[in-house]
């Protein structure tokens, strides 16, 4: 069974296997972690990114997909890239949202990855609210990762929080 861990940090700094990109579907970097993880991981993953644009995502990455590229000069293997869903109080997107930790851990498990960082996809730029999309992380990543039936396909899935607010939210939901 998965250990679920969670750190106050930096996700570019994590020595895992695979770490999470909340990315925007045109995977060629922005704000927030995606700027970080393309900054600090180099062209390598741009040049990736830039490929899959030109082959199979030609319309960008749909929300709640996911897809891997090399980490480049980050301290991991692979960058696993998902597109979270902008928050709306008019409609309800918390499948999506799910989504992107459900196929970000599909793709992790492709990959042979056993251990996996993810931020908290959606609560920054994209208005998620922070306690409500610790609550959707976490359930989702105990279904996909533990209990009878499961794969012991991980080690460790780490969320990894950039300041007290968000850790303390995680902190609350596990």
Not at 25 to 44: F, M, Y
Not at 112 to 126: K, N
Request: net charge neutral.
């Amino acid at each position: 069974m998965a250990t679920i861990r969670l750190l106050r940090g930096d996700i570019t700094e994590q020595s895992v296997d695979a770490v999470v990109n909340a990315a925007n579907s045109s995977l060629l970097g922005g704000g927030g972690v995606d700027g970080a993880i393309h900054r600090r991981g180099g062209p390598e993953i741009l040049a990736e990114c830039r490929a899959l644009r030109a082959s199979r995502y030609r319309e960008g990455l749909p929300t709640g997909r996911a897809v891997a590229t090399t980490a480049g000069r980050l301290p991991a293997r692979w960058v696993i890239h998902t597109v979270g869903p902008v928050w709306s109080p008019a409609e309800d997107r918390s499948g999506q949202l799910a989504s992107c930790y459900r196929e970000s851990l599909r793709v992790a498990r492709e990959l042979g990855a056993r251990t996996v960082a993810f931020p908290a996809v959606s609560t920054g730029a994209y208005g998620w609210p922070l306690d409500d999309g610790a609550r959707i992380a976490l359930r989702t990543v105990r279904e996909e990762t533990q209990g009878p039936g499961k794969d012991e396909a991980f080690e460790e899935i780490r969320f990894v929080l950039f300041d007290q607010r968000a850790h303390d939210a995680f902190s609350a939901a596990l």
